[in-house]
Structures are given as structure tokens and as C-alpha cells.
């Protein structure tokens, strides 16, 4: 990423093809899932946090989206994950592989509501 990127459109924008439509995607489901979190560029990525917590965060690489939903989200969903490559906090849905959707709400509902109840 660019360090003079500061906007989280900027960042989007910067991609083109699949990387760009799943980023774009992915900003609308947790926009849906969490519409009073807090958006922004965070650590090189597009970040959310709610109520001052971290929510999710993702980015866009050469082939694949990178997701992070620590520090609990990966571990509740460790089985639904372990298909994908995956980092300490971090996993990759490849490009050339359908995005999982209806998996990546329900991380961000958990993560969502565990923000929540935490307060």
C-alpha cells in the first residue's frame, strides 16, 4: 500500500479486478453487520473497531484478501478456517476462490456482539 494512501477509499481504489469487487464487498457486509463501527486505515488495512475495540480488519494483496478478526474470531470459527492459508490472526481467502460470505458475517456478528456485551 501506498503510505500516503490516509482514506479507506483511497485504499480500495488502488486495487482493480477481483481484489477491488471482493474489498468492495467486503466493506458493504460489515458496514451491514456493525453500521456503528468506526472506520478507518489501520495498520496498512481497512479496520473497524466498535466502542473503541477492534472489530475486523482486511486488505487487499496480489492473490488473495487478507482478513483479521482478532483476537477471538479466529479461534470460534478455527474449524470453519482451516481450509485457508492462515497467519498468527490472519487468513487468506485466494482470489481465484469463491469469497466466503456467509462465513465472513458470521465472524463479524460474533465479533460484533462480543464488542458489545464486553462493554
Same mark, same amino acid.
Request: aromatic share 10%; no cysteine.
Given at each position: ?9 483511497? *485504499? ?5 479486478? /477481483? !481484489?477491488?469487487i471482493?474489498? #468492495? ?5 460489515? %458496514?451491514d ?14 479496520g ?19 482478513? *483479521? ?5 479466529? /479461534? !470460534?470459527?478455527?474449524?470453519? #478456517? ?5 497467519? %498468527? ?5 485466494p ?6 460470505i ?11 456482539d462480543?464488542?458489545?456485551?464486553s462493554?
Amino acid at each position: 500500500m501506498d503510505k500516503t494512501t490516509v482514506s479507506v477509499d483511497e *485504499y480500495i481504489n488502488q486495487f482493480t479486478g /477481483e !481484489a477491488k469487487i471482493r474489498l #468492495l464487498q467486503l466493506r458493504v457486509l460489515i %458496514k451491514d453487520e456493525a453500521p456503528d463501527a468506526e472506520e478507518g486505515i489501520m495498520y496498512g488495512l481497512v479496520g473497524y473497531k466498535l466502542r473503541g475495540k477492534p472489530l475486523v480488519y482486511f486488505g487487499g494483496f496480489a492473490h488473495h484478501i487478507g482478513f *483479521y478478526a482478532t483476537p477471538t474470531g479466529h /479461534e !470460534a470459527f478455527k474449524q470453519d #478456517l482451516s481450509k485457508y492459508k492462515q497467519g %498468527k490472526g490472519s487468513v487468506q481467502f485466494p482470489l481465484n476462490e469463491p469469497l466466503p460470505i456467509d462465513l465472513i458475517r458470521r465472524i463479524v456478528q460474533f465479533r460484533r456482539d462480543s464488542a458489545i456485551e464486553s462493554t
